[in-house]
């Protein structure tokens, strides 16, 4: 799915069904969902944290914020990581 | 050996369940008689795990590492206290999948199960109208688990229909997509019978053509085009019909553990049936986490070690596992050997006779046996 799909406008939130999980044996964050399990890289985390109804924009905002990070450049990972949880059924857009 | 940690329970709570469906997995003449009885238990005396025992269970498999859990059987609604179940899997984080024929579901239960914090649930169907599904159940149930759909999804409950597929329903996978289309499911597993337990005894009533195998595969390989994005569609193939075998649990006790109703614990809810000589451990004499770890029955097919040639020096050996250990056994008569589906296993042409048989124009069987429940050692109650 090309990036340009996700708008800045657009709100994220986890797909039904999908449960944000720490996994206690490894300390990391896993994505659970019927059947499946996936690990989550600390990008992709510190992303789905902020998947509160926040916009693309705001989350980009945030991130660059709390990490005192080039915005330009977190909206790049952002968008990646968006695009592949969105294309694994794993996010919704709304 | 190091143990890896397990990702996913199946609790098998109860074996009985109000359809006969001639693929069951169960085994076959399951009997509850031998279990151990505990008198002094209130609400189960015909053997299965009581409602402690499960939480026990539960709790231990959480620190074991198990982040799923699937509650399945027979028919898990049959224990009155699922919903109960289900709270105590969430309060140890667990995601609860609820594996079911929806006999025994009406809105107030779904409602329960919902409000307990079940994530998921998976509703078998055994094609997509009402007289070739209900004389496949061996009961009058399609109509029924239509309404039980619709009660799923407006409790705003995830959900997936599994279709198991075999010769008798095979050809009308279009309609099985189109009903879950209908139904608003998320996803759909269109699994061909794999032959273990009332199934393996039924194979020849039940093992599809070949083609009708690959006319199948073409109709579920476009229609997951057509859906991506909207429905998740898993088709399994009959595994005689391929080459290479299936890697079957991930590899044996690597990924997966089921608890049975009377606690056996088991690399996969086949192995106590289709391998009689393993002696399996039970939840009410050792934690969960020894048997995991220690048993001799989790550890004998445990890595690559145990593999005999092609297996051992094949390349694949970490990539399949040498396939199905009850497949294994139950057609050739030892598990420690390679899955006969192989194309490079010695054993290849028992396969080869069984489709042999199969695709002939010769009859072939078209009865098959109705999975009947166990026996409890008394009535239930």
Same mark, same amino acid.
């Given at each position: 799915m090309p990036m340009s799909e996700i708008a800045d406008a657009a709100q994220p939130r986890l797909a039904k069904g999908v449960r944000l999980h720490s996994d206690s044996a490894t300390g990391k964050s896993v994505l659970l969902f019927p059947e499946g399990i996936v690990e989550l890289n600390e990008t992709a985390h510190e992303i789905l944290v902020r998947c509160d109804g926040r916009t693309v924009t705001e989350i980009v905002q945030a991130l660059a914020d709390d990490y005192d990070a080039d915005q330009a450049a977190i909206a790049i990972d952002v968008r990646e990581t968006l695009a592949g949880l969105e294309q694994r059924k794993l996010i919704e857009l709304t | 050996m190091i143990a890896p940690r397990p990702y996913a329970l199946l609790a098998e709570i109860s074996y009985r369940c109000p359809l006969h469906c001639?693929?069951?997995?169960?085994p076959v003449g399951a009997s509850l008689r031998e279990a151990p009885r505990h008198p002094q238990v209130v609400g189960y005396s015909n053997g299965e795990l009581t409602n402690d025992e499960w939480r026990r269970v539960i709790r231990e498999a959480a620190a074991l590492g198990v982040l799923q859990i699937g509650f399945s059987g027979g028919e898990p609604l049959v224990r009155p206290d699922l919903a109960e179940l289900i709270g105590a899997a969430r309060g140890a984080n667990l995601y609860t999948n609820l594996i079911t024929s929806g006999i025994g579901l009406d809105d107030e239960r779904v409602h329960l199960l919902r409000d307990a914090g079940l994530d998921s649930v998976q509703l078998s169907f055994q094609s997509d109208e009402s007289s070739l599904s209900d004389e496949i159940a061996g009961a009058r149930a399609h109509q029924h688990k239509l309404d039980v759909a619709e009660k799923i999804r407006s409790a705003g409950i995830p959900l997936s229909l599994n279709f198991v597929i075999h010769r008798h329903n095979i050809d009308r996978l279009p309609q099985m997509i189109e009903l879950t289309e209908t139904l608003g499911a998320e996803r759909v597993e269109l699994a061909n019978a794999q032959f273990y337990g009332w199934a393996f005894l039924n194979r020849a009533a039940l093992?599809?053509? /070949? %083609?009708?195998? $690959?006319? #199948? /595969? %073409?109709?579920? $390989?476009? #229609?997951?085009?057509?859906?991506?994005?909207?429905?998740?569609?898993?088709?399994?193939?009959?595994?005689y019909y391929e080459t290479?075998?299936?890697?079957?649990?991930n590899g044996w006790g690597q990924r997966y553990l089921t608890v049975n109703p009377m606690g056996d614990v088991l690399p996969c809810p086949t192995a106590s049936s289709a391998i009689p000589d393993l002696r399996f451990e039970n939840v009410r004499a050792r934690a969960l986490d020894w048997i995991w770890r220690e048993s001799e029955s989790f550890n004998r097919f445990r890595g690559t070690e145990w593999m005999p040639e092609p297996c051992r020096s094949c390349p694949q050996r970490e990539i399949?596992?040498?396939g199905c250990r009850c497949q294994a056994a139950l057609l050739t008569g030892n598990a420690a050997t390679t899955d006969p589906v192989c194309e490079f296993s010695p054993d290849r042409a028992i396969v080869d006779a069984v489709l042999r048989d199969i695709n002939s124009s010769s009859g072939h069987a078209r009865e098959w046996t109705y999975r009947v429940n166990p026996r409890a050692a008394e009535p239930f109650g």
């Open positions: - | 001639p693929y069951c997995s169960n093992l599809p053509t /070949r %083609e009708q195998v $690959t006319r #199948a /595969r %073409e109709i579920a $390989t476009a #229609a997951k085009a057509r859906l991506a994005g909207r429905i998740d569609i898993f088709y399994v193939l009959p595994d290479r075998p299936k890697p079957c649990l399949d596992f040498g």
